[in-house]
T-cell receptor, first 114, second 114 residues
Framework: AQSVAQPEDQVNVAEGNPLTVKCTYS??????LFWYVQYPNRGLQFLLK??????LVKGSYGFEAEFNKSQTSFHLKKPSALVSDSALYFC????????????FGTGTRLQVFP | DTAVSQTPKYLVTQMGNDKSIKCEQN?????MYWYKQDSKKFLKIMFS???????INETVPNRFSPKSPDKAHLNLHINSLELGDSAVYFC?????????????FGPGTRLTVL
């Protein structure tokens, strides 16, 4: 089955420290992977995507993600967290087999403490 | 300069009523979507339209009927509302349905069924 997993419900990190939000995927064929962020009472905002090419993808607000085919992972990272990064983060995979849709993970709440 | 807009932002109604949520995008995109986000923040696609034609229809009760009068609008009509329909509904759009295109989300409509 095509799926994406976010194993952590919440990640806590101190401001200025590096952060990682984990995502693993399971798809047939090539994965097309996305990260979105949702601030309270807002819609989702696109952060970055991996379609093909370099395994390290850079996105908005200083975020980046590393595509690792052997580990089927696409972890979101940032070298230095800000309090304003506190939000809900969703990993998603584009599924093409049998249908064309975006499947979202269950979300990870990132809390950055001052 | 709103990219994807939805109305209303909040909708409170009684069980059994019929209601509609409107969505408009001014990005010139060809593809539009409806998602449902439940109380646990789980996000799932409901429908997708490309140039006014339905391309994805998940296992959604037929009480839900999307309508696309033109490619800039995708409205969602819900008949005989049930308690379980309470959720936040997000509209989204993408340039077209190709795999590499990210989706742009509206601010959401919080539906509460009493």
């Amino acid at each position: 089955a095509q799926s994406v997993a976010q194993p952590e419900d919440q990640v806590n990190v101190a401001e200025g420290n590096p952060l990682t939000v984990k995502c693993t995927y399971s798809v047939s064929g090539n994965p097309y992977l996305f990260w979105y962020v949702q601030y309270p009472n807002r819609g989702l905002q696109f952060l970055l995507k991996y379609i093909t090419g370099d395994n390290l993808v850079k996105g908005s607000y200083g975020f980046e993600a590393e595509f690792n085919k052997s580990q089927t992972s696409f972890h979101l990272k940032k070298p230095s967290a800000l309090v304003s990064d506190s939000a809900l983060y969703f990993c998603a995979v584009r599924v093409l087999y049998n249908t064309d849709k975006l499947i979202f993970g269950t979300g990870t709440r990132l809390q950055v403490f001052p | 300069d709103t990219a994807v807009s939805q109305t209303p932002k909040y909708l409170v109604t009684q069980m059994g009523n019929d209601k509609s949520i409107k969505c408009e995008q001014n990005l010139g995109h060809d593809t539009m979507y409806w998602y449902k986000q439940d109380s646990k923040k789980f996000l799932k696609i409901m429908f997708s339209y490309n140039n006014k034609e339905l391309i994805i229809n998940e296992t959604v009760p037929n009480r839900f009927s999307p309508k696309s009068p033109d490619k800039a609008h995708l409205n969602l009509h819900i008949n005989s509302l049930e308690l379980g329909d309470s959720a936040v509904y997000f509209c989204a759009s993408s340039q077209d349905s190709r795999v590499h295109n990210e989706q742009f989300f509206g601010p959401g409509t919080r539906l509460t069924v009493l």
